[in-house]
C-alpha cells in the first residue's frame, strides 16, 4: 500500500531476518594512521581481549552468522589476531579483513592470511595523495608489495581495494589512478563515501561532489574498469542516468557491528547502540534492532516511501537519518518535494481517476493511468478535494501534509489544467 497511516506515514517493514548474516566485529581501536575522514574517531589502544573474542565468536556460531569481518583500527595491530582467527577458522566461519595493508608482509599478518578469505584493503587515489592523507611516505608503496605478495602466495584470497571517497579527493585523476592500480592486479574496485560520523561528525559537510562522483565513475565503468559503489549512495543525488550506480544500505538488515566493549550497532559507521551482547542475547538485540528499523523508516517522508526507487537506496544512510546537510538522502527528498509544490500549490487541478473500487474496510484501489491502493483516510481526503479551489487551498483546508499532494500530482491522480476557470466540483 503507497498511501495510509493518516496520510502522512506510509507503514514499511523491513525483511524479517531472524538472525545477521554477517558481522563486523571492531578487535582493536589501534592504527598507525590517522586519517582525517576516518570513522573510527580519535584512536587509542583500546582492544578486544582473546576470551571475549572466543566467547563472542561462540555466541554468533550459535545464532547463525556466516561471515566475519575483522576491523579497527588496523586489525593486524592485534596482539593476538592469530590465535583468534585460528579459533574462528576452527568454527567454520568465512573471515575477511578491512586493512590498510601497511603490515601485510609481516611475519605475524603472514600467519595470519593462511585462515582469511577476504581482503579489504583501503586506497585513498594517488601515491602522492594516499601518502600524504596517511601520513606514511611509504604507505602506497607497502599496499603495492603486500598486493603483490597475496596475489603470489595466497591465491585462495579475494582480494579488493576500497577507496572512500572524500570532498578532497573526488577527482578524475585520484579515482583512475586506483582504478589502474586494480585493473593492473585484476582486482576489483568498491567506493564507498564519506559518514558524517567519526572525526567527520562535527564537520560542515557538502555532499556535491556525489554528483561529480558519480560522473567520473560511470566514465570509468564505460571504458572498461571492474568498480562497484558501496552502500548509501542514494538515487536522488545524481542524474537519472546514473541511478544504475545507487546502492542501499542494508545495515541492521542482514550485518551489524559488534564495538570492542560489545555494544552491538546495526553499522560500524553508527553511534546509535542498539544492545550489549555481554549482557542480553543477540537474539534480543536483534528483534529489538527491527522495531527500531521500522520506526526510522516510518518517519521517512511519504514522497521518499512512495518514490519508485526505494527499494534500491531504502531512504539512504541509517546512520544520518534526521542530519539535514546538503547533499543528503533527507534534504535531497526535501528539496525535490520543495520544487515540485512551488510548482503546483497555487494551481487548479482536476482528479484522473476513472475509477475507485473498495477492497475491504481501510483499502481502496485507484484505478487510472497508474492504479494503487490507498488507506481509507487518503481515500477521504481525495473525496474532499475541492477543485475551485488551488492545491495550497485544499492542503490548508484539509489539513495534511503538501507530500501528498505531490505524490498524487507524481502518480497521475491529479493534473494541473491550463485555464483556471475550468474546475470539477
Not at 498511501?3 to 563486523?24: A, E, G, H, R
Not at 592469530?82 to 576452527?90: G, R, S
Request: net charge positive.
Amino acid at each position: 500500500m503507497r498511501y495510509n497511516k493518516s496520510i502522512v506515514y506510509t507503514k514499511y517493514n523491513y525483511l524479517d531476518y531472524k538472525f545477521p548474516i554477517t558481522v563486523f566485529i571492531k578487535i582493536t581501536s589501534k592504527c598507525m594512521f590517522k586519517c582525517v575522514f576516518c570513522s573510527q574517531g580519535d584512536a587509542c589502544s583500546e582492544e578486544m581481549k582473546l576470551n571475549d573474542v572466543k566467547q563472542l565468536l561462540r555466541k554468533l556460531k550459535k545464532f547463525g552468522v556466516l561471515r566475519i569481518f575483522y576491523t579497527g583500527g588496523e586489525p593486524f595491530l592485534h596482539n593476538e589476531f592469530l590465535d583468534i582467527v585460528k579459533y574462528a577458522n576452527k568454527l567454520g566461519f568465512c573471515q575477511l579483513v578491512i586493512t590498510n595493508g601497511f603490515l601485510l608482509e609481516t611475519s605475524v599478518a603472514r600467519e595470519v592470511l593462511d585462515y582469511i578469505d577476504c581482503v579489504s584493503i583501503s586506497v585513498h587515489g594517488s601515491e602522492n595523495y594516499h601518502n600524504r592523507i596517511v601520513g606514511n611516505s611509504h604507505s602506497y608503496e607497502k599496499v603495492i608489495s603486500g598486493i603483490e605478495m597475496i596475489k603470489k602466495n595466497y591465491q585462495k584470497i579475494l582480494l579488493d581495494v576500497c577507496f572512500t571517497a572524500t570532498s578532497a579527493n573526488t577527482n578524475e585523476y585520484n579515482i583512475k589512478s586506483v582504478a589502474n592500480l586494480c585493473k593492473k592486479n585484476k582486482i576489483p574496485l568498491t567506493i564507498t563515501r564519506t559518514y558524517m560520523i567519526g572525526r567527520e561528525k562535527d564537520k560542515p559537510i557538502n555532499f556535491a561532489y556525489i554528483k561529480e562522483l558519480f560522473k567520473i565513475v560511470d566514465k570509468l565503468i564505460n571504458d572498461g574498469y571492474e568498480i562497484e559503489v558501496g552502500h548509501c549512495l542514494v538515487p536522488c543525488a545524481a542524474e537519472h542516468k546514473y541511478n544504475y550506480l545507487a546502492s542501499r544500505c542494508t545495515a541492521g538488515i542482514d550485518f551489524c557491528a559488534i564495538d570492542i566493549n560489545g555494544d552491538v550497532k546495526i553499522c560500524a559507521n553508527s553511534n546509535q547502540v542498539i544492545g550489549n551482547i555481554k549482557h542480553t542475547s543477540l537474539k534480543k538485540i536483534w528483534k529489538r534492532n527491527n522495531k527500531i528499523l521500522n520506526k526510522h523508516i516510518n518517519n521517512l517522508s511519504i514522497y521518499c516511501k512512495n518514490c519508485s526507487l526505494f527499494m534500491v537506496c531504502l531512504g539512504g544512510c541509517k546512520c544520518e537519518y534526521g542530519k539535514i546537510v546538503d547533499g543528503s538522502a533527507d534534504l535531497l527528498y526535501e528539496k525535490k518535494i520543495e520544487e515540485k509544490w512551488k510548482k503546483i500549490k497555487d494551481k487548479y487541478v482536476v482528479p484522473y481517476i476513472a475509477m475507485i473500487k473498495k477492497i475491504n474496510y481501510n483499502s481502496y484501489l485507484l484505478i487510472s493511468k497508474n492504479n494503487c491502493v490507498v488507506d481509507k483516510k487518503t481515500y477521504i481526503v481525495i473525496k474532499n478535494i475541492d477543485f475551485s479551489k488551488t492545491l495550497l487551498e485544499n492542503q490548508k483546508m484539509l489539513n495534511v501534509k503538501k507530500e501528498l499532494f505531490v505524490c498524487l500530482y507524481d502518480d497521475e491522480f491529479i493534473k494541473v489544467v491550463k485555464d483556471e476557470k475550468i474546475y470539477i466540483k
